[in-house]
């Protein structure tokens, strides 16, 4: 029986990729293209218009000394212990934007300085201080 004849490969063969490249490419490009993309469904929500205003109110405390050293809130007689538990329920009504402090010329120095010391224990809103 004849041999039949098989060419030998060349020892360096190398396979080209080059083609097997370009398919790959035609291919993912056609499949980009031809793609459907659709929009996320998104769901719309009405908000309100503004209604937190109720809820932002400013609010200024005015705090009063008068000549016997007794202190006033808004016209309400308090006690320096008070000052603290006033300031926050003032707090949880509006925002406080600013502190009214007027005490009166003959009351006394440590008067003073415990209603502030009261206040900046509270918050750290700026006071405004006046005399009468």
């Known amino acids: 029986m004849k041999k039949k004849y098989q060419p030998k490969a060349p020892a360096n063969s190398d396979v080209d990729m080059n083609p097997m490249l370009d398919i ?10 031809t ?3 659709q929009k996320a469904h998104v769901l719309d929500i009405n908000k309100p218009a503004k209604s937190n ?3 932002n109110q400013s609010v200024v405390p005015q ?4 000549q016997q050293n007794r202190i006033y809130l808004n016209h309400k007689r308090i006690e320096v212990d008070a000052i603290a538990v006033n300031i926050a329920r003032l ?3 509006g925002e406080i934007t600013s502190i009214s402090l ?5 009351s006394e120095h440590n008067t003073l300085v415990s209603v502030l010391n009261a206040i900046k224990s509270q918050t750290s809103t700026p006071v405004s201080l006046a005399s009468s």
Do not use: G, N, Y
């Open 53 to 55: 205003q109720a809820l």
């Open 35 to 37: 793609a459907s993309f």
């Open 63 to 66: 705090f009063r000394i008068d």
């Open 102 to 106: 007027k005490a009166h010329e003959q």
């Open 24 to 33: 790959v490419f035609i291919l993912l490009i056609f499949f980009i293209v």
């Open 91 to 93: 707090a949880a009504q």
